[in-house]
């Protein structure tokens, strides 16, 4: 029996976290999206803030690949502005973890006769 227990998952529903999303897109680069925090009975909870979330894909030759992060913003024109940013700071934090990736696989090699 304690094992059926650690096998389940609990897929309760958060009730004092929930949010409304809109999503925000310029069917070209910029995809935004927009949580307002709202009460179990779906009206808007003043009590916590919204958060905005930028989402774009680089194509790279393996294919795309998505990053995104939040938007420090109080509204959409100002998430829209700062959309630009938020991304490259993205990409940024993408490119040290590939690197720092690259140099534990490089560290990981062992060549005999040394």
Do not use: C, W
């Amino acid at each position: 029996m304690a094992d059926e227990k650690k096998d389940t998952i609990d897929f309760a529903v958060d009730k004092a976290n929930l949010y409304h999303e809109e999503t925000f897109t310029d069917l070209k680069i910029a995809s935004i999206r927009r949580l307002t925090p709202i009460k179990p009975d779906g009206s808007v909870d003043k009590t916590r803030k919204t958060v905005f979330v930028g989402h774009t894909n680089l194509f790279t030759p393996n294919g795309p690949v998505p990053i995104q992060n939040l938007i420090q913003a109080k509204e959409l024109q100002q998430a829209i502005k700062k959309f630009p940013e938020a991304m490259k700071e993205a990409m940024e934090r993408l490119v040290d973890e590939v690197k720092k990736h690259k140099q534990k696989e490089e560290s990981r090699i062992i060549v005999p006769g040394r």
